[in-house]
Each structure stands twice: as C-alpha cells, then as structure tokens.
C-alpha cells in the first residue's frame, strides 16, 4: 500500500521559518498530486499547497502564497514545504496527502487517497 509520512514539525516563533517533509512510498509517483492540508482545532481542514510529483505546477492558498514553498526531491521520494514568515495562525497539524487521480483538482483534499498521520506546527507570538 502507499505510504506517506510526514515529519518536521516543531514550535517556532512567529516571523521563523519551518520545513516539514513528507516521505512517500509504495509507487510510483510521476504525475500524480502531492498536497498540503492543515487543520487547526474546531476549524475545518483546509488547503495549503500542492504540486505534481513530476508536472512542476504548484498551488498555493492565498494565506499562504509568497510565504510557503512546496518542492520535491524525487530521488528521495520526498516532498518538502518550506514555510517563511510564519504567523500564529499558521498553527495547525499539517498533513501530507498523495493522490491517485492525474487529473483530480490537487485543491480538493477529497481528491487525495493517501494520508500521513500529521505533524504538529505551533507559532508562537
């Protein structure tokens, strides 16, 4: 089955940066979308970043466009997101997705298959 852990996480100050990995495995993964999530408690879970594994169009939430960089290394099977500026409401478990669908919209956290378990950002002011 196709695994996806993430990791990375951590506290930061507000202003710092952080990158989260995530680490794929189990196919291959030319074409298809890799995404970003994030969920903060009692909110729902909401879109960060994306890019095909081997297209290099990437996707950006408005909140988050020009301060997060969402790159791959596919030797290593990894995606990374690299977060600048970060500000406190950048608090949330974030959460790496693979998809199976070429063609799904790689917005749409329901057009992903495969999920990490989340890795815990907290900002602090």
């Known amino acids: 089955q196709v695994h996806v852990v993430e990791s990375g996480g951590g506290l930061v100050q507000a202003g710092g940066s952080l990158r989260l990995t995530c680490a794929a495995s189990g196919r291959t993964f030319s074409n298809y979308p890799m995404g970003w999530f994030r969920q903060a408690p009692g909110k729902e879970r909401e879109f960060v970043a994306a890019m095909r594994w081997s297209g290099g169009s990437t996707y950006y939430a408005d909140s988050v466009k020009g301060r997060f960089t969402i790159s791959r290394d596919i030797g290593k099977n990894t995606v990374f997101l690299q977060m600048s500026s970060l500000k406190v409401e950048d608090t949330a478990v974030y959460y790496c997705?693979?998809?199976?669908?070429?063609?799904?919209?790689?917005?749409?956290?329901?057009?992903?298959?495969?999920w990490g378990q989340g890795t815990q950002v907290t900002v602090s002011s």
């Open positions: 997705a693979a998809g199976s669908d070429r063609f799904a919209n790689p917005r749409i956290d329901t057009r992903y298959d495969y």
